[in-house]
């Protein structure tokens, strides 16, 4: 059974940093996506970034317009582990943060509809 579990949020003032820890366990990273989700109160939930792997290979790194210059997704494909670096906070990036994975006929990194397991999220608020 594939299990995904987020870890490293919590409260922030705007411009700090933070660190998510998402771990997998049921399923190799070797041919993969690995997405970080958010869903802010009263919205829906929204891509944030994503890796992908082929063959145990990095093949692609995805990130929501918003977010990019201040977050940065890496992953660590031997221990099934991927990381959301999350710098310059905005009290806009106030969400809870889920992570997901999906199976090997993944298509579109960015779409929620392609992850099959999702964590239960982590709580990211941003005080301005």
């Known amino acids: 059974q594939v299990q995904v579990v987020e870890s490293g949020g919590g409260l922030v003032e705007a411009g700090g940093s933070l660190r998510l820890s998402c771990a997998v366990s049921g399923r190799a990273f070797s041919t993969t996506a690995m997405g970080w989700f958010r869903q802010a109160p009263g919205k829906g939930r929204e891509f944030v970034a994503a890796?992908?792997?082929?063959?145990?290979?990095?093949?692609?790194?995805y990130y929501l317009d918003s977010v990019k210059g201040r977050f940065t997704i890496s992953g660590d494909n031997a221990k099934n582990t991927v990381f959301l670096q999350m710098n310059s906070l905005k009290p806009e990036d106030t969400a809870k943060y889920y992570c997901a994975t999906a199976p090997e006929r993944w298509v579109d990194a960015t779409s929620m509809d392609e992850y099959d397991y999702w964590g239960q999220g982590t709580q990211v608020t941003v005080s301005s």
């Open positions: 890796l992908t792997w082929q063959s145990w290979s990095l093949t692609g790194t």
